[in-house]
């Protein structure tokens, strides 16, 4: 198997240069033409289908969404635990998520693999730009106590070392979870082929680990961040990661999903819609956004001017486009803001589509925010530039 990345990242090691900026390589891959895949990387299951987006549908239900803001100010396990209780609990708790039996899948974003880091990022990849492995297992506890039999932590992990070196091995082996490598069809013998459902836009269906299919309920567990092509990094576009990127490459050896992107000219229609045929194809039944320590300015140590941040933040909701409209907004954007206003600089806002979809509100006034004040805290992030 060819380079592996959880996210949609290029391999900079494989690109030509470990010198290559993120920028350059966008450019270079965004040149490919060709939008079908090379005959030798198309699964049987695979079937992408035409661009046109698909008609969009008013927001009718009136129900608020909850979204709660906790504090954190380290990864301290106990504190994490405490702070995670404390969320849940001011969202109702989650007995309507799992119920006693259920199998649950947490999808955590351990984006890049491990030789991406970069001497520029000084904190840790857990403290700076991926999933701390602390957040993902007082979420797996909480769920035990709710009555989850059996918990799955997923990503398409680059190489299974960044499951040992990021702390998932030991932290899994602990919670009594299963890590499960999303690029590969293991446990089973082959892959899924999962629907989008009405009004799809791009994708018909995705090829999924069959796991997907058949858990309860399915946890979305990103860190917060900007991204260079999709504006933000939440817990919708974490989704990116779920399918096995050697069946989404435009061109063999690309080494991550161009044929999400697709060529340059089509990349701001249509990745943002692919991350909404991924949300309806895999919904999400609960959000929970790392933001205690993150970076600023980008998705990753591959991009220029990146910074360690420390908002002291967990944001989570039941709804994930109104989750992510007040992370969002923490971050000091609008959450409403579309091409080519700041975070959105290169793509349609997926959660304006969202919203036009009704699949939830990316407007405050239509959220019910509890826990901390989002007004005291606000910060000042950089989009990508």
């Not at 991926?130 to 297992?137: E, S, W």
């Not at 709710?146 to 082996?173: D, L, P, Q």
């Not at 486009?321 to 600089?345: I, Q």
Request: charged share 20%; glycine share 8%; aromatic share 8%.
């Amino acid at each position: 198997m060819g380079p592996v990345h959880s996210d949609d990242k290029p391999d900079l090691h494989t690109a030509g240069s470990s010198n290559i900026s993120r920028r350059r390589f966008l450019k270079v891959a965004g040149a490919v033409t060709g939008g079908a895949l090379l005959a030798g990387c198309q699964p049987p299951v695979f079937t992408p289908v035409a661009t046109s987006p698909a008609p969009l549908t008013p927001v009718t239900d009136s129900a608020r969404a909850r979204v709660a803001i906790a504090q954190a100010t380290s990864y301290d396990p106990k504190l994490v635990r405490q702070q995670v209780e404390t969320l849940f609990d001011s969202l109702g708790g989650l007995q309507d998520v799992v119920k006693p039996g259920d199998k649950v899948a947490i999808k955590v974003n351990l984006t890049g693999g491990i030789r991406s880091a970069a001497p520029a990022v000084v904190a840790t990849a857990t403290e700076s730009y991926v999933t701390h492995p602390a957040v993902a297992r007082a979420i797996g506890e909480l769920l035990r106590d709710a009555g989850a039999k059996e918990i799955y932590i997923v990503e398409a992990v680059w190489e299974w070392g960044s499951f040992e070196t990021w702390g998932y091995v030991t932290m899994a082996k602990e919670l009594g979870a299963t890590l499960i490598n999303l690029n590969d069809p293991a446990p089973y013998t082959d892959y899924a082929s999962t629907p989008v459902g009405k009004d799809r836009f791009i994708y018909e269906q995705f090829t999924f680990n069959h796991l997907l299919e058949e858990v309860d309920a399915f946890v979305s567990v990103p860190k917060m961040k900007c991204h260079y092509l999709c504006g933000i990094t939440q817990s919708m576009k974490n989704l990116v990661g779920l399918v096995p990127f050697k069946f989404y490459e435009l061109k063999a050896g690309d080494g991550y999903r161009t044929g999400l992107h697709g060529p340059e000219t089509e990349t701001k229609n249509r990745l943002p819609r692919v991350v909404l045929d991924l949300n309806r194809a895999r919904p999400i039944n609960l959000s929970l956004i790392d933001a205690i320590k993150t970076v600023d300015g980008s998705e990753g140590p591959w991009n220029e001017d990146l910074s360690p941040k420390s908002p002291g933040l967990l944001i989570g909701g039941k709804n994930p486009v109104a989750t992510d409209a007040v992370a969002v907004a923490a971050m000091g954007f609008d959450p409403t803001a579309d091409y080519p206003n700041a975070p959105f600089l290169r793509a349609d806002n997926h959660l304006n589509i969202a919203q036009q979809l009704g699949l939830g509100s990316n407007r405050l006034a239509d959220i019910d925010i509890v826990g901390a004040r989002l007004d005291d805290m606000k910060l000042s992030f950089q989009p990508a530039w």
